[in-house]
């Protein structure tokens, strides 16, 4: 049976550590302030608003919030508050960047130009089911929309890494396909077997990856054994690699809709961790994503401290 509560577990241990300084480009969004002043309620962030002041100060009214000028940043909504969230972290003012009210290319456009740091960016799921004995997280769902080899090793890579620094001694990568045997025709499958190479050969670090693996055959043993596959990933898996964005999207949805995850959404790759909450996320994927930002960053000052 899953443990219970794992990610209530990494809230607490966020809470543990100093609140961390958090941009929110475009707050002026119902959905966006409250959850953004849920975590500051927990002890998990200061933010700092950034938007139409008027707009914030008044939903912060309607929702009973006290808001004080301190928190809010005015700026024109848009691409303008991205670049200007962008250079709150370049100056030392914010250690982490939250998406508000606008699409995620306008805030990742300034992020890709002026926040990078030799990574390849990528986003991440973190997700509890009921069905499942631990977290399970799943990538690329919101950023390489059709990732080659090489950037499908990075992104597992930071998928990996990320996993380490959350609890998983040694994380196992099912290379996602709609088989579990290499296809010529199926380019992902080739990338698959290529990926589980490349990990035994150390060009992926610190994980076990197996594929190609369709989705049955890389959750349930089971099926696995009855297709007589032997795999270390199968039935026991960590991360789950899709062939693509739209793949990852897509089964992240079916498994928060259909099997009930709770899913909490990281970008990580950049400076700073970026936060990109939906409008539709429960209070509790909002409180997860904030406390992997606290997490990723207290994670990477003991490195630079190191």
């Known amino acids: 049976m899953p443990e219970r509560g ?57 929702l009973g919030l006290a808001l004080d000028d301190h928190l809010m940043i005015a700026s024109p909504q848009g691409g303008e508050a991205a670049r200007l969230g962008v250079s709150l972290v370049k100056a030392g003012r914010a250690d982490a960047l939250a998406k508000g009210w606008l699409h995620t290319d306008e805030l990742m456009h300034p992020v890709l130009a002026e926040l990078r740091t030799g990574q390849r960016v990528s986003h991440v799921f973190v997700s509890e089911l009921a069905s499942y004995p631990k977290l399970l997280f799943i990538t690329d769902a919101a950023i390489n929309i059709a990732p080659d080899l090489a950037t499908k090793a990075a992104i597992v890579q930071n998928a990996v890494d990320l996993a380490r620094l959350l609890g998983v001694g040694l994380p196992k990568v099912a290379a996602l396909s709609a088989v579990e045997v290499v296809k010529p025709a199926i380019a992902s499958t080739i990338d698959a077997a290529c990926l589980s190479k490349m990990a035994q050969r150390r060009q992926i670090r610190h994980a076990i990856v197996d594929g190609p693996l369709a989705f049955d055959n890389a959750i349930s043993r089971e099926a696995a054994e009855t297709k007589q596959i032997d795999s270390e990933v199968a039935g026991d898996v960590d991360i789950l690699l899709a062939p693509d964005l739209n793949a990852a999207n897509i089964l992240a949805k079916d498994l928060e809709y259909l099997a009930g995850a709770t899913l909490a959404g990281i970008v990580v790759g950049a400076k700073v961790p970026i936060m990109l909450p939906s409008r539709s996320d429960p209070a509790l994927a909002r409180l997860v994503s904030a406390a992997i930002a606290v997490l990723i960053h207290h994670g990477n000052q003991e490195v630079l401290d190191a």
């Open 6 to 62: 794992q990610l209530q577990q990494l809230v607490a241990r966020a809470q543990a550590l100093a609140p961390i300084r958090v941009a929110v480009v475009d707050a002026g969004e119902r959905h966006v302030l409250q959850g953004i002043m849920e975590a500051q309620a927990a002890g998990l962030v200061e933010p700092l608003l950034i938007g139409d002041t008027g707009r914030i100060k008044q939903l912060g009214e309607t």
